[in-house]
C-alpha cells in the first residue's frame, strides 16, 4: 500500500509522526511532502521524516490564499502522478484534497476545529473520509458535506501522537531557564489565519504582563519573532525548539491558538486559553472538565511554581487513530488485519 502525506503547518508533523512510524511498521510504503510555512520544515528535520518541499505559505489575503491554493494543488499533482498512491492523508491539507481528486486517489481530511468555514467546506466535501474527535457534534459538521464520511476518535490527538513522549530536562538548560523559577509557555495567535482576523488586545496585555518574568513566547512565523524580539523582558527562541518538553516541564501555559493549548492538557500542565474566536467543541469540552481555563484578563495570571502530584497524563495508542485514517483506502483491509493481529 502506498500512501501520500502532506504537511502545510507546524502541529501536523507532531500529530502525523507516529502515523508514519504504524504504517511504515506495518509494512506500507509512505512518502511525505511539505510547504514551507511556520516551523515545518525544521520539525521535519527534527523529527527526521524524510519530505520533498513543495510550495510555501501565500500570506494572509483570502486573495493570496487562494492562488496559494490553485499553485500548490496543480504542484502536488504533477509531483504525485507518477507514484501511483493508494491513499492521501492530511490534517486539514486543501492542497492535498484538490491534488488528490485531480489525480482519482481516495483522500481522507482530518481536523479537531470545527470553525475553520472555508478549509472544511474544501476538504470535507473533497475527502473520501473525515476523521474528527468525538467532541464535535455532527450537526456543525453536516454543512461542510460530511455526512456519511465521518469517523470518530476519543479524547484529543494530541494524547496519541504524545503517547510515547518524555519529556527531556536538556531545553531548559538551553534556553538559560532557572528550574527554581516559574516558567511560563506563550504561543502566539495565528495571525495569518481565516478564522482569526482581528487584533487579540487580550494577547498583548498577556505579553506586558509577563515581562520581567520566565516567560518563553512562541511565535508562529518571522514576523512575529522580529516584533517579539524587539520587546524587552521575554524569551524568544530563535529556531524551532523542543515545546513539547517545554510545556511538560513548565508550570503554566498561555496559549493563543489551540494545539499548545491541548498539548497542555494532555501532559498535565495548567493552560489558559487567550483565543478571542469562537471556541470549538474540544475546547469547549476541555473547559467544562476543568483541564482549560478561558483567560479574561492577563490579571488572572500568577505564575508560580506548580505542584507535581500526579501528571494528569493521558495516553492513547496511535494505532487507533492510523486505522481511521486508513479507512476506505485501497489496500487497507490488509494493512488493519496486520494492526490487529
Known amino acids: 500500500m502506498r500512501v501520500w502525506i502532506d504537511l502545510t503547518n507546524s502541529p501536523h508533523v507532531l500529530v502525523m509522526r507516529p502515523v508514519i512510524s504504524v504504517l511504515r511498521e506495518l509494512g506500507a510504503e509512505v512518502q511525505v511532502t511539505a510547504r514551507d510555512y511556520a516551523q515545518t520544515l525544521e520539525l521535519c528535520e527534527r523529527h527526521r521524516i524524510d519530505h520533498t518541499t513543495i510550495g510555501r505559505h501565500r500570506g494572509g489575503r483570502l486573495a493570496s490564499k487562494g492562488l496559494g491554493l490553485v499553485s500548490r494543488s496543480v504542484a502536488l499533482a504533477r509531483w504525485a502522478r507518477r507514484r501511483r498512491f493508494d491513499l ?9 484534497t484538490v491534488a488528490a481528486v485531480l489525480l482519482g486517489v481516495p483522500s481522507t481530511t482530518t481536523f479537531d476545529y470545527e470553525w475553520a468555514t472555508v478549509q472544511h467546506t474544501i476538504n470535507c466535501r473533497l475527502a473520501r473520509t473525515v476523521v474528527v ?10 454543512r461542510y458535506g460530511a455526512a456519511g464520511k465521518l469517523r470518530r476518535y476519543g479524547g484529543l490527538k494530541e494524547e ?3 503517547a510515547d513522549f518524555e ?37 498583548a496585555e498577556v505579553l506586558e504582563r509577563l515581562r520581567g518574568e520566565q516567560a518563553v513566547v512562541l511565535p ?12 524587552s523582558g521575554l524569551i524568544v527562541p530563535e529556531h524551532a525548539i523542543d515545546a513539547q518538553s517545554l510545556v ?28 478571542q474566536g469562537r471556541l470549538g467543541a474540544v475546547d469547549e469540552r476541555l473547559i467544562a472538565d476543568g483541564r482549560l481555563r478561558r483567560l479574561r484578563t ?14 494528569g497524563r493521558v495516553r492513547r495508542d496511535p494505532r487507533e487513530l492510523t486505522r481511521l ?7 487497507a483491509d490488509a494493512v488493519v488485519a496486520r494492526a490487529d493481529a
Not at 508562529?220 to 520587546?231: F, I, K
Not at 492577563?298 to 501528571?311: K, T
Open 88 to 96: 492521501a492523508i492530511g490534517h486539514g491539507s486543501n492542497d492535498l
Open 133 to 142: 474527535p468525538d467532541a464535535i457534534p455532527t450537526g456543525r459538521l453536516r
Open 160 to 162: 496519541y501522537y504524545l
Open 167 to 203: 519529556p527531556d530536562l536538556g531545553v531548559l538548560d538551553a534556553l538559560g531557564l532557572e528550574r527554581s523559577r516559574p516558567i511560563v509557555v506563550v504561543r502566539t495567535p495565528p495571525a495569518v489565519s481565516l478564522y482569526h482576523r482581528f487584533e487579540n488586545r487580550l494577547f
Open 220 to 231: 508562529r512565523t518571522p514576523a512575529q519573532r522580529a516584533e517579539l524580539s524587539a520587546r
Open 248 to 275: 511538560a516541564l513548565a508550570d503554566l501555559v498561555v496559549s493563543a491558538g489551540g494545539t499548545m493549548n491541548r498539548e497542555a492538557a494532555a501532559l498535565g500542565t495548567p493552560v489558559y486559553t487567550s483565543f
Open 298 to 311: 492577563a490579571r488572572d495570571i500568577r505564575p508560580q511554581r506548580r505542584v507535581r502530584e500526579g501528571n
Open 325 to 331: 485514517l486508513l479507512t476506505g483506502a485501497r489496500g
